[in-house]
């Protein structure tokens, strides 16, 4: 029971996403950050407040973090599928490198 507890924690802890999860997450932190900047350069503006302007800053930069950094499972919808080991199969043609077959 504990090995099973400790493998769950290690399958959170080790934050696998695939490739279109990076990308979205790398969208979603630009969109939030630039959206978190402007709205606290605009509120510390018209409230002539820079105490205010870093406070809206630094929590939307905790905010931010806080959703892109966990391995969230919207971020693992495209798992990859990757080629067999070179060699194992036999209908494995290999590689021919200058005529000779490489594999």
Do not use: C, N
């Not at 510390?44 to 499972?73: E, F, S």
């Amino acid at each position: 029971m504990a090995d099973q507890l400790l493998e769950q924690v290690r399958d959170i802890a080790e934050g696998q996403i695939d490739f279109e999860g990076q990308r979205l997450a790398e969208l979603l932190a630009t969109v939030l950050l630039v959206a978190v900047g402007a709205v606290s350069f605009v509120v510390g503006y018209v409230k002539q407040d820079i105490k205010l302007a870093l406070y809206i800053g630094l929590g939307g930069t905790a905010l931010t973090m806080g959703l892109i950094v966990p391995p969230w499972p919207f971020f693992k919808r495209h798992s990859v599928k990757w080629l067999p080991v070179g060699g194992m199969e036999k209908s494995s043609q290999g590689i021919i490198v200058d005529g000779k077959v490489i594999g």
